[in-house]
């Protein structure tokens, strides 16, 4: 007998998600995989962290922002979160987790724009990739 996710887990909220960053971005990253618990962790690549990620759930990981670049910072919000940590560094959705989520995090950096050559001699070939 198959069980529905929306058997096994409580019904809760959603954030809105960003694409997953495509290049390397290092900092403290957060990630929704069912409705009303978020991963809060850190990692030097996220965009391979999320990779990582999916292959352990079955589940889409829903790439919330970052919330800091700086990967030191994660202790910060794991000690403010601790009233709603629910295993690991997985977090309830709810209270302060949501309040500072929706605030604070915030999609990759953008990569600086690349100029790209498309094999014609003008100089209005030169475009951004960005």
């Not at 058997?7 to 909220?13: A, I, S």
Request: hydrophobic letters at 35%; charged letters at 25%.
């Amino acid at each position: 007998m198959t069980t529905e996710p929306s058997q096994v887990f409580t019904p809760g909220v959603f954030i809105p998600a960003f694409p997953y960053p495509e290049h390397l971005t290092e900092g403290v990253y957060v990630v929704q995989t069912c409705p009303g618990f978020v991963k809060v962790g850190r990692a030097s690549d996220v965009f391979r962290r999320i990779q990582d990620l999916q292959v352990c759930t079955p589940y889409p990981v829903r790439f919330l922002g970052l919330l800091s670049t700086n990967q030191l910072d994660e202790a910060h919000y794991h000690e403010l979160f601790e009233p709603y940590r629910e295993r690991g560094e997985w977090f309830r959705l709810e209270g302060v987790v949501e309040e500072t989520i929706r605030a604070q995090a915030v999609p990759p950096p953008l990569r600086e724009a690349t100029p790209h050559y498309d094999g014609e001699g003008d100089d209005d070939d030169w475009l951004d990739d960005a």
